[in-house]
Each structure stands twice: as structure tokens, then as C-alpha cells.
């Protein structure tokens, strides 16, 4: 992984802000104070708290298998209710 570094001279605004690059505009960063004047800007995505539990590595398992196992489903396969509910016992 290469990383390119390209150095911004700017002044702190009264209320302690700073401009970044534009093409952070309306995203989300975390600002990490690594010592006395010195901070690592990072950019981050933030995940809903109604998703969060999709984001858990033992639910991130059974959501790709199941997901493999639909691909690998004809539309026929599933009749009725009950051959769902039999899917769904071998998905986890």
C-alpha cells in the first residue's frame, strides 16, 4: 500500500476549526490527538444502529451463506412455507 502524502499550510479559525480537502465535504472523519499539537484525521463510515448487528463477524457469515445458498436455489425449490423454513434450518 503506497500512501501519498501532500502537506496543507492553514490557519485554525477562532473556534478552533480547520478546512480539509473538499472532497470531505459532509462526511464523517475521526480526529485522533496523537500529542501536543499533532492530530491524525481519518475519514470513517458510520453505521446505523439498526444495521449494526449485519456488521458482526458471526452475522456476517451467516448472511453470505445464505446469500450463496439463494444463488444456488432454482426459483422451483422453494414450494411452499415449510420448504423455507427447511432452507432456513441449513443456512445456520
Do not use: C
Request: hydrophobic residues 35%.
Amino acid at each position: 500500500m503506497r500512501v501519498q502524502s501532500k502537506q496543507k499550510l492553514g490557519v485554525v479559525g477562532q473556534r478552533g476549526q480547520i478546512t480539509l480537502d473538499s472532497k470531505l465535504a459532509g462526511r464523517s472523519v475521526r480526529i485522533t490527538k496523537i500529542d501536543s499539537g499533532r492530530y491524525f484525521v481519518e475519514e470513517i463510515s458510520l453505521v446505523p444502529a439498526s444495521e449494526a448487528w449485519a456488521h458482526n463477524s458471526k452475522n456476517k457469515k451467516i448472511i453470505a451463506k445464505g446469500i450463496d445458498s439463494l444463488k444456488k436455489l432454482s426459483k422451483k425449490s422453494l414450494k411452499n412455507a415449510s420448504d423455507l423454513e427447511a432452507f432456513m434450518k441449513n443456512v445456520r
